[in-house]
């Protein structure tokens, strides 16, 4: 079985300030990873994905994330927070078999002028 | 940008309506998915097919039917809306192969039930 937990349902920070929301899993199979992010009123986007390639991965917005196997996490990061980072952040993990996944709880990220 | 549309975007109807969201992709995806998301809620996936004339039901329970006649087209419909059907469904698609485990989302579809 497969679940994902994000351990803060909400996080606030100040812009220009770093941006962690934090992620660990549980999956029988050799895991696929995402982050997703959904503003207001808009559909899902596909931040970044871990494929058992390198254990950092870059995405888009200056978004990046860690995968540590003996953690069983995979934490997003950015440097520095926009205003429009604004939004509803979802950790995913890939069911082994076919493409079902399961989501997190989601973690809503405000930004601070 | 993902090649997939729902439509419509916004709908409220009275309760006993049959109602049909639209799905379509243009990437030639064999697998399509419907999510449903309460507002501030997990997704929960509800329904998907792996192809033309393959249609399973997901995690959670619901009272839609899907159709999947055409590899890019896959409708999700309720036959008598009710008030506790009123969530957000959001559509999904994607392709096996070489770093295609990638699930694309259309951009949702607001139901709202009176």
């Known amino acids: 079985a497969q679940s994902v937990t994000q351990l803060d349902s909400h996080v606030s920070v100040s812009e220009g300030t770093p941006v962690l929301l934090r992620c660990n899993y549980s999956?029988?199979?050799?895991?696929?990873l995402f982050w997703y992010v959904q503003h207001p009123n808009k559909g899902l986007q596909l931040l970044l994905k871990y494929t058992s390639a390198a254990t950092l991965v870059k995405g888009i917005n200056g978004f990046e994330a860690e995968f540590k196997k003996s953690e069983t996490s995979f934490h997003l990061t950015k440097p520095s927070a926009h205003m429009s980072d604004a939004a509803e952040y979802f950790c995913v993990v890939r069911t082994g078999a076919g493409n079902m996944l399961t989501f997190g709880g989601g973690t809503r990220l405000m930004v601070k002028p | 940008e993902a090649d997939i549309y729902q439509t419509p975007r916004y709908l409220v109807i009275g309760t006993g309506k049959k109602i049909t969201l639209e799905c379509s992709q243009t990437m030639g995806h064999d697998k399509m998915y419907w999510y449903q998301q309460d507002p501030g809620m997990e997704l929960h996936l509800i329904h998907y097919?792996?192809?033309?004339?393959?249609?399973e039901k997901g995690d959670l329970s619901s009272e839609s039917t899907v159709s999947r006649i055409r590899t890019e087209h896959f409708p999700l419909t309720l036959e008598s809306a009710r008030p506790s059907h009123t969530s957000q469904y959001l559509c999904a698609s994607s392709r096996q192969g070489a770093g295609g485990n990638t699930i694309y989302f259309g951009e949702g579809s607001w139901l709202t039930v009176v």
């Open positions: 999956s029988s199979y050799s895991p696929s």
């Open positions: 097919s792996y192809g033309v004339n393959s249609t």
